[in-house]
């Protein structure tokens, strides 16, 4: 029997708490969303424990936003197109609201390439930096994009006083799944933020001196060294908005 097939059989046995099945509940979520949805339509008891905000919270819900087009408003890439919901948008909104993390990191993308509303996106961006460091990367690429250098300064150096160096490869790693997450948004590439672009130069952050030698060199592959691929990256992402 599996978890899920547990707590429907317990759902009508009303000597179990609430509280107990939540715990449960939220044991089947950290692992997988979809293992949720037989008790959303076992009845009213078992809808109003998983969507409880301490269920939902860390709930697994990375297959979840693999396809923007499941749970983003428009239920399309096209933001200008048939204003429907995705077919997951309402449970998505559930966990947006019980703030959790992979929820707001895809609606904060979602927000600045849809919406074009780049103080939307850094709004929630920013719940969960500095503690996450792809929120925390991604702040700091956003707001060098926008022209913030101050702010972007200071989130890079929330990121190295809390998770990695700049120039390390998991740094690296968390830029590249950045990219493909905005890659997942169909971006519009109208090199928006270009005259605003700026690298931070406080904080003790500075732009690396190798970046122009090593873009010139690499050219269309963009395999440029680590100690300047971050200002590569946001350079790449400020094309791609």
Same mark, same amino acid.
């Given at each position: 029997?599996?978890?899920?097939?547990?707590?429907?059989?317990?759902?009508?046995?009303?000597?179990?708490?609430?509280?107990?099945?939540?715990?449960?509940?939220? =044991?089947?979520?950290? =692992?997988?969303?979809?293992?949720? =949805? *037989? %008790?959303?339509?076992?009845?009213?008891?078992?809808?109003?424990?998983?969507?409880?905000?301490?269920?939902?919270?860390?709930? #697994?819900?990375?297959?979840? &936003?693999?396809?923007?087009?499941?749970?983003?408003?428009? $239920?399309?890439? #096209?933001?200008?197109?048939?204003?429907?919901? $995705?077919?997951?948008?309402?449970?998505?909104?559930?966990?947006?609201?019980?703030?959790?993390?992979?929820?707001?990191?895809?609606?904060?993308?979602?927000?600045?390439?849809?919406?074009?509303?780049? #103080?939307?996106? %850094?709004?929630?961006?920013?719940?969960?930096?500095?503690?996450?460091?792809?929120?925390?990367?991604? &702040?700091?690429?956003?707001?060098?994009?926008?022209?913030?250098?101050?702010?972007?300064?200071?989130? %890079?150096?929330?990121?190295?006083?809390?998770?990695?160096?700049?120039?390390?490869?998991?740094?690296?790693?968390? @830029?590249?799944?950045? %990219?493909?997450?905005? #890659? =997942?948004?169909?971006?519009?590439?109208?090199?928006?933020?270009?005259?605003?672009?700026?690298? *931070?130069?406080?904080?003790?952050?500075?732009?690396?001196? @190798?970046?122009?030698?090593?873009?010139?060199?690499?050219?269309?592959?963009?395999?440029? @060294?680590?100690? &300047?691929?971050?200002?590569?990256?946001?350079?790449?992402?400020?094309?791609?908005?």
């Amino acid at each position: 029997m599996t978890s899920s097939e547990y707590l429907i059989s317990k759902m009508v046995n009303p000597t179990i708490s609430d509280d107990l099945l939540a715990m449960i509940a939220k =044991k089947v979520a950290d =692992k997988s969303w979809l293992d949720l =949805k *037989p %008790l959303i339509r076992s009845g009213t008891r078992g809808r109003d424990i998983v969507y409880r905000p301490n269920v939902l919270k860390d709930a #697994n819900i990375y297959s979840l &936003c693999r396809v923007p087009d499941d749970f983003q408003v428009g $239920g399309g890439h #096209n933001p200008t197109g048939p204003q429907g919901e $995705g077919r997951n948008r309402p449970f998505f909104k559930r966990c947006l609201l019980a703030n959790n993390p992979t929820a707001v990191y895809n609606e904060a993308i979602r927000v600045l390439i849809h919406e074009t509303d780049i #103080n939307g996106a %850094l709004k929630l961006m920013q719940r969960h930096a500095p503690v996450r460091a792809d929120a925390t990367i991604a &702040c700091a690429i956003i707001f060098i994009c926008a022209g913030y250098d101050y702010m972007g300064g200071l989130f %890079l150096d929330l990121y190295t006083r809390n998770h990695h160096p700049l120039d390390s490869d998991f740094t690296r790693d968390l @830029c590249e799944e950045f %990219l493909e997450e905005i #890659n =997942k948004f169909n971006p519009p590439y109208n090199n928006t933020y270009a005259r605003s672009f700026c690298y *931070p130069s406080s904080h003790g952050i500075k732009m690396p001196q @190798c970046a122009y030698h090593c873009f010139m060199v690499s050219g269309a592959y963009q395999n440029v @060294c680590n100690k &300047c691929y971050l200002w590569s990256c946001a350079r790449r992402i400020s094309r791609m908005l």
